[in-house]
């Protein structure tokens, strides 16, 4: 959450000449409910099995850059499943960067928008500690805070799995 994902993918994309999507943007589409809606509702277990469906669905898809919530690949085998896809990219980003993001991000997360900026870093520091196990077994793994997208783009293009 805070790390660019949408915002580096549809660069990405656009670099590579690809197609872009955004998995919680899809979600949104299909099921006509705001992900935060959907946790008011229902439960996490139900969000995840969705997702993983719809990550499945993307397989048949070519040229794509594909942006997904930061808990996609630590649920159901979706990294083994993204992996199996194509190249994994994980924007690496430190706490107080995410914090300072979050803290000022134009759009309001509901699962954060009472935390004070210690309960935020506290949240963000337990969150990376459970999925960093994930993120780290991405192919590519850049710095978020700084990327430059181009580099990124080549990287790829020259990664011996890009299709």
């Known amino acids: 959450m805070g790390s660019g994902k949408t915002t580096?993918?549809?660069?990405?994309?656009?670099?590579?000449?690809y197609q872009f999507i955004d998995l919680d943007e899809i979600f949104e589409e299909?099921?006509?409910?705001?992900?935060?809606?959907?946790?008011?509702?229902?439960?996490e277990q139900a969000f995840r099995e969705i997702e993983s469906n719809l990550i499945k669905e993307t397989e048949q898809i070519?040229?794509?850059?594909?942006?997904?919530?930061?808990?996609a690949p630590c649920f159901n085998n979706n990294l083994s499943l993204m992996k199996g896809m194509g190249l994994t990219v994980y924007l690496q980003m430190s706490i107080p960067a995410l914090v300072y993001r979050l803290t000022n991000a134009k759009r309001v997360r509901p699962l954060l928008k009472?935390?004070?900026?210690?309960?935020l870093t506290?949240?963000?520091?337990?969150?990376?500690?459970l999925r960093d196990v994930f993120y780290?077994?991405?192919q590519i793994i850049v710095n978020g805070e700084n990327s430059e997208i181009e580099i990124l783009?080549?990287?790829i293009k020259l990664h011996p799995l890009f299709k």
Request: a positive charge; proline letters at 0%.
């Open 136 to 138: 780290k077994k991405a």
């Open 114 to 119: 009472d935390m004070n900026e210690n309960e």
């Open 62 to 71: 070519d040229n794509v850059v594909i942006s997904t919530g930061g808990g």
């Open 153 to 155: 783009a080549q990287s």
């Open 30 to 43: 299909k099921y006509h409910l705001k992900i935060t809606d959907f946790f008011v509702k229902y439960d």
């Open 122 to 129: 506290t949240f963000i520091t337990e969150q990376l500690k």
């Open 8 to 17: 580096v993918g549809k660069k990405l994309a656009r670099l590579l000449d």
